[in-house]
């Protein structure tokens, strides 16, 4: 109870002990807005990657037909839940006077592709729709409909990095020219034989915008219904074909073994309908969308890590502050430490008693800094959008870092060891000035000269 | 008298900077920031640096163009005109648009971006040839394939053609592999129309692998394919009768300063819109600017610019940490010298004397603590390549992935102005810390510290 007693009076009465909590504060706040903001950013990235792609993606050295089989044989082992089959190609699209745009052309079943991935609510116009997205586009020109990425026929504002949904929403029913194609093999092994090279170009309107809020894909995204993709790419073949697979796994369906059970039936219907050599069917990546970002993600953990490193280093200098502080507080306070060992206090109570005030000193602080930075964090996109009022300068670019926002979700985990971390380091700065408190002589002390 | 009082601002400083052990910990607390901040800002502004001097290197000093990729006509004229101006050395047209590309070895095709150049003016004004690989030092046959010089040849961004190795290095065959390239693009017309809507929209051309271009820029070296100026403008559509061209990239004379430069071209070229008023194709012109290769290319530039700036932002509020730790220090060294500080200001010490003492005090703290930051920082920035190679040697660690980020050796160049930056820093943040305590010092009463009760 002394101890307590002793604890708080020190912290109330000793305002130098606001510099230490402080620094811990500030230290706190640092680390948890860096680590937090990283991996926002980083689960913000893999989690893009199952809303545009699925859980788990087949990628087939070649185009394959009887697809719907194998998504029959899939849905019927109950680890998948849907799957849709895709072809994907680039091509350039035309927009308009001098505006021609790179573009990657995705061509999907619209039903089949919404119970895979959540592409239905980054379409502008059919997110709130009842029904699935339609490529329909209210009979103009007899045009097909396309779904156009929102940076293909915009720009951000270059100072708000905003787009303006109003006059891009006018854009839809908008005519447009695609140019796509595929190379044919001539027939010979010589590599500088001509190719043949089947060029297409269609004329298409826009039957929807989509914004998913990621700038790499909304600068190059444009939808076709794959039926129509493969009429335009390959006319010739018999019967639907695609080049992917995109699959939604079961709730309950653990990654691993889901992904063994789709090596297996696609090892399977690979060698017995498509006839395919065990080379083939070994060229084929079978991957979670989360391990096909897996060395960008490792990349940016590290650099996360390196960050937090450094900043910690220098964080380290909190620890000096506490020491320094409670040594002050023990030379200033000998005779009152000496007082209590003469009335029978131990050596190990008296260090008890700074060991505490450090801790004290550690949660008050951490908790304030957890505080701010849990208040930042959260508030981080308003802060940005005033710093570029008040100074004139955009730290955030969608063009630069990928996403519109800046994903401010507090991690809670890396949150709870930096605090934890921070009341340690207050410990073991008051570690010595205890050692010098326990060992104060009374006698000395509280001699008269 | 007053010489002597100064002497002793030098000695009591030194004094308590040797005897107070206490104050060894402000000095390492100023020597770890230091060390930290000279080690990050160095690699930091090394890696701005070298991305700026890509950029320049990649557009020369200055660029005349348009945005639209139907380009602007009378640029031959124009470029005769910059050519005979004195400041300007030399000034090479550019085609920009984007293209469908079908290698021979997939049925799949991308779209990449084309630059039509004539190799030996871009040379000329851009390091285009230092960028190549197998025609450096014979840039005028950078389209002439090695295996058959025949063959219109086209110049690759060299991710285009190969992986980069863990070490951020390439493997080249000994000469270029021969291998057709089917190139698409859409032509058009002067006012930005589908030159061909009635044959097909578009034109393809093969062009043979001659070479790759490495600029050190990750997104041109992934995406941008060189070809010739004339096949470039046939196959965009901006030949005939007035031919046409995206930009011209100009090079300055080296006495001649950037801004200075670009004012004359944007005068030159103010003049020539002028005069081309009433011209048929005039109305391509409205779109043209002048930029700086800083304003041409601040899209990216900026970015790293900013990346820069808001590591400064938080290491200065790291820094904040450090004012705390002196200011600590200087309170408990003042409050153990409140009799020596008396004994000073009885012999006739004044308020200013006393707050210099100890602000040359915490200047040496300061100092002393900013030189072994530095030193400490140099040495590991002299061997941080090496150290990283060892790491990777063992235990494959790389501060970056060079498969994945577009650098080789980590820059370590150290900066003079940086260091003398970082150093003046520290010693300003050791004043701020010291401060209010030699403020505190400096108005201590001799009647109050020396009464016999305080002694």
């Known amino acids: 109870m002394l101890k307590l007693f002793f604890c708080l009076r020190y912290l109330r009465k000793k305002k130098i002990v606001l510099l230490s909590i402080g620094a811990v504060a500030l230290s706190t706040a640092l680390l948890i807005v860096v680590s937090s903001l990283f991996i926002g950013f980083i689960n913000a990235f893999e989690q893009t990657a199952v809303d545009t792609i699925g859980d788990v993606i087949l990628i087939a050295p070649m185009r394959f037909p009887k697809y719907s089989q194998l998504i029959e044989q899939l849905q019927q082992s109950h680890v998948v839940k849907a799957a849709t089959a895709t072809l994907v190609n680039e091509g350039l699209l035309y927009l308009g006077k001098g505006n021609v745009r790179r573009v990657n052309v995705v061509g999907i079943e619209p039903a089949s592709y919404s119970d895979v991935t959540a592409y239905k609510k980054t379409l502008l116009k059919q997110k709130d729709s009842a029904t699935s997205p339609t490529f329909e586009t209210g009979g103009a020109t007899g045009a097909d409909g396309g779904f156009v990425g929102i940076a293909v026929v915009a720009e951000p504002d270059e100072e708000t990095d905003e787009y303006d949904f109003a006059a891009i929403e006018k854009m839809i029913g908008q005519a447009v020219v695609l140019t796509t194609g595929a190379a044919k093999q001539a027939g010979t092994s010589d590599l500088a034989a001509t190719q043949q090279f089947i060029r297409r170009t269609v004329k298409l309107t826009i039957a929807d915008i989509v914004f998913t809020g990621v700038y790499d894909l909304d600068k190059a995204l444009v939808y076709l219904p794959r039926q129509r993709l493969q009429d335009i790419l390959y006319p010739d073949a018999n019967g639907p074909i695609a080049d992917r697979l995109q699959i939604k796994l079961a709730e309950d369906a653990s990654e691993e073994s889901a992904l063994a059970q789709i090596r297996g039936i696609w090892s399977t219907f690979a060698s017995e309908q498509l006839e395919w050599s065990p080379y083939n069917i070994d060229q084929t990546t079978i991957t979670t969308a989360k391990q096909m970002q897996y060395r960008y993600v490792a990349a940016l953990y590290k650099q996360m890590r390196i960050l937090l490193l450094i900043f910690g280093i220098v964080s380290l200098s909190v620890i000096m502050l506490v020491f320094c502080i409670f040594y002050m507080i023990v030379l200033f306070k000998q005779r009152d430490i000496a007082v209590m060992k003469s009335c029978g206090a131990a050596s190990g109570s008296i260090a008890c008693i700074f060991v505490g005030f450090g801790a004290s000193v550690g949660i008050i602080g951490s908790v304030l800094g957890a505080a701010s930075g849990y208040l930042i964090t959260k508030n981080i996109n308003t802060i940005e959008e005033w710093i570029r009022i008040v100074f004139g300068l955009k730290l955030w670019k969608s063009s630069v870092y990928i996403f519109s926002q800046i994903p401010n979700q507090v991690d809670w985990v890396s949150c709870g060891k930096i605090i934890a971390l921070a009341i340690a380091a207050a410990i073991v700065g008051t570690f010595i000035p205890a050692i010098v408190a326990a060992r104060t002589r009374p006698v000395e002390i509280l001699r008269y000269e | ?455």
């Open chain 2, 1 to 455: 008298m007053k010489h002597g009082l100064d002497v002793y601002k030098i000695i009591l400083a030194s004094r308590y900077l040797v005897k107070r052990r206490i104050t060894y910990f402000a000095i390492v607390a100023v020597a770890l920031c230091v060390f930290i901040v000279v080690v990050v800002m160095t690699v930091l502004t090394g890696l701005v640096s070298d991305f700026k001097q890509a950029n320049h290197g990649f557009t020369g000093d200055c660029v005349v163009g348009t945005e639209s990729l139907v380009g602007f006509a009378y640029f031959q004229e124009l470029a005769q005109k910059l050519e005979q101006q004195e400041y300007v050395e030399a000034v090479s047209p550019v085609i920009k648009s984007y293209a469908f590309l079908s290698p021979v070895w997939t049925e799949r095709g991308r779209g990449v971006q084309i630059l039509g150049i004539e190799p030996v003016r871009h040379s000329r004004v851009t390091n285009f040839e230092r960028t190549l690989h197998y025609r450096k030092g014979n840039v005028d046959k950078a389209f002439e394939p090695v295996y058959d010089p025949n063959l219109p040849g086209c110049v690759l961004g060299i991710d285009l053609v190969f992986e980069r190795g863990p070490e951020g290095d390439y493997t080249f065959d000994s000469s270029p592999i021969r291998v057709g390239l089917a190139i698409t693009c859409f032509p058009l017309t002067a006012k930005g129309a589908l030159a061909r809507a009635a044959t097909g929209l578009v034109n393809t051309k093969t062009f043979y692998f001659s070479d790759t271009s490495h600029t050190g820029l990750a997104r041109t070296d992934n995406s941008l394919v060189y070809l010739p100026l004339e096949q470039a403008q046939l196959m965009c559509g901006m030949d005939g009768p007035a031919p046409r061209v995206s930009a011209l990239y100009v090079k300055f004379k080296p006495d001649v300063a950037l801004q200075t430069g670009c004012d004359n071209v944007a005068s030159l070229w103010q003049n020539f819109k002028q005069q081309k008023a009433e011209a048929k194709y005039a109305y391509s012109l409205d779109t043209v600017t002048v930029q700086s290769w800083k304003e041409y290319r601040r899209g990216f530039v900026a970015a790293m610019e900013k990346e820069e700036t808001m590591m400064i932002v938080m290491f200065s509020l790291v820094g904040i940490t450090t004012v705390f730790i002196v200011f600590v220090v200087f309170y408990m060294v003042i409050s153990h010298k409140s009799k020596d500080i008396g004994v000073l200001k009885s012999i006739g010490v004044s308020n200013a004397n006393i707050m210099q003492l100890f602000m040359g005090f915490a200047f040496s703290v300061g100092f002393l603590g900013s030189v072994i930051g530095v030193l400490l920082g140099w040495l590991f920035l002299l061997k941080m390549n090496q150290i990283e190679g060892w790491l990777f040697e063992k235990f494959g660690f790389q501060l970056w992935d060079r498969t994945i980020y577009a650098i080789g050796d980590i820059p370590s160049r150290v900066e003079f102005q940086v260091l003398v930056t970082i150093t003046l820093s520290a010693i300003v943040t050791c004043l701020m810390g010291a401060l209010v305590p030699s403020w505190q010092a400096a108005r201590l009463s001799p009647v109050e510290t020396l009464h016999v009760s305080r002694l």
